[in-house]
């Protein structure tokens, strides 16, 4: 048994949809409450919907009871100051579990390659239910800025690099794709954040959306992403040796450790 997925991310992993009018809507994000939780870079995070309704953006699995990343219980301090962004989470009709609002502060490209991460989506989520998969809306103007989703961590080749200005609209396999974004900006960025289970009713949402499988990836200079690709070889070779030393002397594992963020 295996679970249940949308074809439509088969070739790429990552679903663009239609930009969203961001500029009629309020600053909501400005108003809800945020708790230091870090992701990849500096961050903080507003939880609208959490494992049991509490303040807090801890993975689900880490409650008592445990379960998987679905029926997250609305946060009602926050919905009361976000009515629009919780309908905009809404809107697929699909399950949702955990659904924040992210503030990131500005970063490098290499600080961004670093920070590539592939999230535990489906951890204790049973098959022959649906995957899941997670919605990113960019809430601020961010023309500069990109979401780096690659299939292969380090391999640049692989590097998709989607523009973030108010309203990008994307839902990406993010226990797929390596993920982090690079913000060069000079304010922080806000961006909603939802995990949806996978089916039928996500399916009708994207294709409402105009959903495609494919953009333009951001220009980027070839001799800026080998300088990127550098430091992050240089600072994984740094870390390794701190790690080695405080084991006093053994090699750390190099397994994957999934995000929980």
Known sequence: MSYVTLPIFDPTGFII????????DPTE???????????????????????????????FWNHTPPKTDKDGVWVPANVEKAPRLTARAEEPGANIGRCRVIELQ????AEAVYNLHRDDNNRLNPE?????VRGFFNLTDNPDSVMVLREDRDDPTTET????????????????????VWHPGNAPRYCLITSWESGPQLGVYIDAKNGTPKIDSLPLADDVIAAAQAEVERRRAE???????????VEASKEEVRSEA
Not at 17 to 24: G, I, N, P, W
Not at 128 to 132: C, R, Y
Not at 164 to 178: E, F, K
Request: charged letters at 20%.
């Open 239 to 249: 870390r390794a040796a701190k790690l080695a030393e405080a084991n006093g002397g």
């Open 29 to 59: 994000w400005l108003d809800i409450e945020y708790v230091d939780w870090k992701s990849s870079g500096d961050t903080r995070f507003a939880p609208l919907a959490s494992a049991y309704g509490d303040m807090e953006c801890n993975g």
């Open 161 to 180: 690099r989607i523009p973030l200005p108010a309203g990008a609209q994307a839902i990406i396999d993010t226990q797929r794709l390596w993920h982090a």
């Open 106 to 109: 500005p970063n490098t490209y």
């Open 128 to 132: 022959g239910t649906g995957w899941i």
């Open 17 to 24: 949809l239609d930009r969203y009018a961001q500029s009629h």
